[in-house]
């Protein structure tokens, strides 16, 4: 270049030839050419060349010629980026914009738009890059914040995004336009945002389980250390991050995410001698435990409900403080409600091996067991698992309420119609025929083979353990009669009960079929009722179970 310059000087010496004044014409044509034409890109180009090899002293001349002319190129260039964008071309709305700031890089509208672009580019460094540059360029607005949450949540970066959010929302409250302070109504406040989430939390653990075994960690949870950790988890984040950016709060949304974070697995299975208990896992790693008989069953159970995509699993071996009369209490009564708003319930066949033919499941020793009747009817979703934790008959479809020979061999076991065994809802409807359901089941506490239909019948009593079955099942047949009016349930055979000679002492005595009874005169039903409805004691049913 300096031997350019000394060349066209000995030019002007000699012949009067402003060389250098000629070329920077030229360029200005070549600039004001590719403008009109449209061709902005290399119009900034040029400018930006010609304006980088000028010489110093000259290039006072030019500056008004070099600002009107970058003026009118950067909106050329803003134009048609923005036409670019409507047209989905992302590529060429960033080259756009980026001969805009070649032009002009004190304009924090083209770093805005370019921000945009290259944030729909997944080209996060850049996008974050220029949200930067937005801030630094104003740092009392808003909008560089904006794109800084919208790049920070894109990337999962909540934390950041969040805290990019809260001082957006800061200058928006604080703006001295009131048009832009308006701009506020149309997002949610952290506070707002999370109490709405506990909210929904309480919902969904209102009918959970009060501890659950994590199935990531192995560790056993109770309710509050299981908000916790979801407070503490990316899900939380992202779902408050979410929330802060709309003007409303978004309840299904919520819901939705609560509802897949909270959901649990229930297990149905025979008890086993030496099942772990509660003591034995509280404060300890499941999975690190030895792997040995009714150990290694849980472990399994954990590991399939995990498998199965779901973070909480509860068996009743570990999950209740059986020392705590009422948490025992509680839990009796509300384990219908567990399985039945639970995502879905593992049922585990221990004598049902992996060859086994179909059939094992009627002959299998799950299928005597009393509290196993509220298992597999109060779910909506279930699975059967073999010994050896794969499917029964190797049916992979995701509930086996679907599958008509399970369901069928069911059946054929148990008496239980499909309908019921598909879609069971509680209540004293039909209450001779669902005691004959559990006439031929057995349970190892006495009691138990009472209590475990207190949720089929949709009622909430006392659970007394050592007041023996006669009393138990009394109990519940003198609620069952007092408040649905059902005589049904003194249409048995066998032993009359030490409790009320007029109910069975024996829940066997409903294995007959029922016979048709005469009806009694209105007065006498009437009187047999009240005389029922005077012996049971305790809340009011409609306050306890709502219909």
């Known amino acids: 270049m300096h031997n350019l310059d000394g060349f066209m000087d000995t030019f002007t010496e000699f012949f009067g030839w402003d060389f250098g004044s000629l070329w920077q014409t030229a360029n200005q044509r070549r ?12 119009a900034a180009g040029s400018h930006q060349y010609m304006m980088l090899v000028i010489i110093e002293a000259v290039k006072p001349v030019y500056h008004e010629w070099s600002a009107a002319f970058k003026y009118k190129c950067a909106s050329r260039c803003v134009t048609k980026g923005d036409e670019a964008v409507t047209a989905s071309n992302y590529e060429m709305a960033v080259e756009l914009y980026s001969a805009g700031i070649s032009l002009d890089s004190s304009c924090e509208s083209l770093f805005a738009r370019r921000c945009k672009a290259n944030l729909t580019r997944r080209l996060y460094t850049e996008a974050l890059d220029d949200a930067g540059k937005v801030i630094e360029l104003n740092p009392s ?9 919208a790049v920070l949540h894109e990337v999962r970066r909540y934390d950041e995004a969040i805290e990019a959010l809260k001082i957006m929302l800061f200058k928006l409250d604080n703006a001295i336009d009131p048009k832009i302070r308006e701009l506020r109504q149309q997002y949610v406040s952290p506070s707002e945002a999370h109490d709405a989430i506990q909210r929904a939390i309480h919902i969904q653990l209102e009918n959970a389980p009060l501890r659950l075994v994590n199935t990531f960690t192995g560790r056993l949870c109770d309710r509050q250390t299981q908000i916790n950790t979801f407070i503490k988890s990316e899900k939380y ?9 709309h003007a409303t709060l978004q309840t299904e949304l919520i819901k939705a995410i609560v ?17 772990p208990r509660l003591h034995d896992i509280q404060d300890k790693d499941v999975y690190s435990l030895t792997p040995l008989g009714t150990v290694a069953k849980l472990q399994s159970f954990c590991k399939t409900a995990r498998d199965a995509g779901y973070r909480w699993a509860w068996s009743d071996t570990c999950c209740i403080d059986q020392s705590n009369n009422f948490e025992l209490q509680e839990s009796v009564n509300s384990m219908f409600v567990w399985y039945r708003h639970s995502a879905l319930t593992i049922i585990y066949l221990a004598d049902v091996l992996p060859w086994s033919e179909p059939g094992a499941l009627a002959n299998s020793t799950w299928n005597t067991r009393g509290w196993t009747v509220q298992e597999f009817l109060a779910p909506h979703t279930v699975r059967f698992y073999r010994a050896d934790w ?13 599958s008509l020979a399970i369901m069928q061999e069911l059946e054929d076991s148990t008496g239980i119609d499909a309908q ?14 669902k005691l004959r359901w559990a006439s031929s089941r057995v349970t190892t506490l006495q009691e138990d083979i009472a209590y475990s239909l207190f949720g089929i019948f949709h009622v909430h009593l006392p659970v007394i353990y050592g007041e023996k079955r006669q009393n138990a099942l009394g109990r519940l047949l003198q609620e069952i009669i007092a408040h649905s009016g059902d005589i049904t349930p003194l249409d048995w055979i066998g032993k009359a009960s030490e409790f009320n000679s007029c109910l069975p002492a024996d829940i066997t005595s409903y294995k007959a079929s029922p016979c048709m009874l005469s009806s009694l005169p209105e007065d006498e039903m009437k009187m047999s009722v009240s005389m029922l409805r005077n012996t049971v004691s305790g809340v009011d049913f409609e306050t306890v179970y709502p219909p």
């Open 31 to 42: 600039c004001e050419a590719f403008l009109c034409a449209d061709r902005v890109i290399e």
């Open 141 to 149: 607005s808003y909008t560089g914040y904006k794109l800084k949450y």
């Open 237 to 245: 984040k992202e779902v408050l991050s979410s929330l802060m950016a």
């Open 259 to 275: 509802t897949e974070y909270f959901s649990w697995v229930m297990l149905s299975h025979r008890w086993e001698n030496k099942e």
């Open 390 to 402: 794969t499917l029964y008959l190797n049916d992979r479809s995701p509930n086996h309420k679907t």
């Open 420 to 433: 019921a065994l598909v879609a069971f809802r509680p209540g004293m409807r039909g209450a001779r025929e």
